[in-house]
């Protein structure tokens, strides 16, 4: 992997591509790479080792890195490539390793996508109905369902009068802008109450707490303000689980340079740049979530996209084995999966009861990687968007008692207004 890195690092560096200040940094190196390859001739005794390479380049210490523009091409020593880097955009190795493939287009058992953002409608519920069907999704879980009961208990009405009563659901939302303004707690309760009353199977809260979301006089609102403590007490008492995203993968709070691994999703997407002046940080909005979660011992949390813990198995096991009340779901956090498959497997072993199906984006042709990753043993294949992950990915082999937890058995557990029957004995 750091080889990957160091070719997209001067890649980047030769084409001068500019994000967040880093087009001086990109022109240095561009220089670096040009001067090296002006003393082809010059340094050729001290760089021809065996099998071959250019003269020149520069010498390093112990733990120094190399030049911008270079690569180490022998211990302590750096060399500009003779010929123009590919940007990060342009360079697409073909993969010449020969490994066994296999595909995996529908799921080994039912499952239930919990975390998603469509919901049917006249003009797309029969294809839904024959996309969930090739894949194996039994239940796709609309979040979106708003914050009015009455723009609930539409999309419920719809579902219930379809052909189709037992394959889709709807969560809640609440708005917490303003939550010390008078009546606003006793407003989110009933209206959390109608939505509920009116089908809803649980309240999903999107990153805005604790990145957007304020109060009256301005100040960010904390995940774990003692303001929002009437809307968590009456998940506990109406039996509903809380879906909660809080903050963002954590390379989008560290900033903008050729370490990044995100570098090229923060280019492109400016409003997920939580490093700029004057946002908190990923460990605060972390702590106050899971101070959040301790607070309320008797509501059930689902943490989204893993928690993002995704890349730090150590502490998602902390969290659940501090707290009997959360659990975790899969969204957007595959690519972290299948670069660590053994560490993994033996953490989805290990917490198989607290882990459950989701995708987020609603794309077909993407479900299938996680399928892959989750079923098979394969090795060294590309993961779907390569903005998110330019690393390749390696399947689990989850085993199959596993996989149903995973599918479906925890869902049906943690949300009780998932339809019981249906599934697989």
């Avoid at 087009?23 to 190196?29: I, L, P, R, T, V």
């Avoid at 523009?69 to 020969?98: H, K």
Wanted: proline residues 7%; charged residues 25%.
């Amino acid at each position: 992997m750091v080889r990957h890195v160091s070719r997209f690092i001067v890649g980047i560096a030769v084409l001068g591509l500019t994000a967040g200040g880093v087009f001086e940094a990109a022109q240095q190196a561009q220089g670096a790479g040009q001067g090296q390859g002006q003393g082809q001739g010059a340094g050729r005794g001290a760089g021809q080792g065996r099998g071959g390479g250019r003269g020149g380049g520069v010498q390093i210490q112990p733990g120094e890195e190399c030049p911008p523009g270079m690569t180490m091409t022998r211990p302590q020593r750096c060399q500009a490539p003779e010929f123009p880097a590919p940007s990060i955009l342009d360079y697409r190795p073909r993969n010449t390793l020969v490994s066994e493939e296999h595909l995996v287009p529908k799921a080994k058992y039912p499952f239930v996508d919990i975390h998603s953002h469509t919901g049917p409608n006249d003009n797309n519920i029969e294809q839904l109905i024959r996309e969930m069907d090739a894949m194996n999704l039994r239940v796709l879980v609309n979040l979106s369902g708003g914050s009015d009961p009455a723009q609930v208990k539409q999309r419920v009405d719809y579902i219930r009068a379809s052909k189709y009563p037992d394959r889709f659901r709807v969560f809640a939302n609440v708005n917490w802008n303003n939550p010390d303004a008078p009546g606003w707690a006793e407003k989110a309760v009933a209206d959390l109450e109608g939505a509920v009353k009116n089908g809803a199977i649980g309240l999903k809260i999107a990153k805005g707490l604790g990145l957007q979301n304020r109060k009256t006089d301005g100040s960010r609102l904390k995940v774990d303000d003692p303001l929002l403590k009437p809307v968590w007490d009456a998940c506990a008492r109406l039996g509903i689980p809380v879906i909660i995203h809080t903050a963002e993968p954590q390379e989008f709070f560290s900033p903008l340079d050729y370490k990044n691994e995100r570098w090229l999703e923060l280019a492109l997407f400016e409003d997920r740049r939580n490093f700029m002046p004057g946002r908190p940080t990923f460990a605060e909005l972390q702590t106050e979530r899971d101070n959040m979660f301790a607070a309320n011992p008797k509501t059930k949390y689902i943490g989204a996209h893993f928690a993002w813990y995704g890349n730090d198995l150590k502490k998602a096991g902390e969290l659940l084995d501090r707290l009997p009340n959360v659990v975790l779901e899969v969204g957007a956090v595959l690519y972290d999966f299948g670069r660590q498959p053994r560490a993994s497997r033996e953490f989805f072993t290990k917490y198989q009861d607290r882990i459950l199906m989701g995708k987020d984006s609603y794309a077909p042709n993407e479900f299938p990687y996680y399928f892959r990753v989750f079923e098979t043993n394969d090795e060294y294949f590309d993961y779907y968007r390569d903005y998110h992950a330019f690393w390749k990915l390696y399947g689990m082999g989850l085993s199959d008692v596993v996989l149903r937890k995973l599918y479906y058995q925890n869902a049906l557990r943690v949300v009780p207004g998932l339809p019981k029957t249906g599934w697989p004995q």
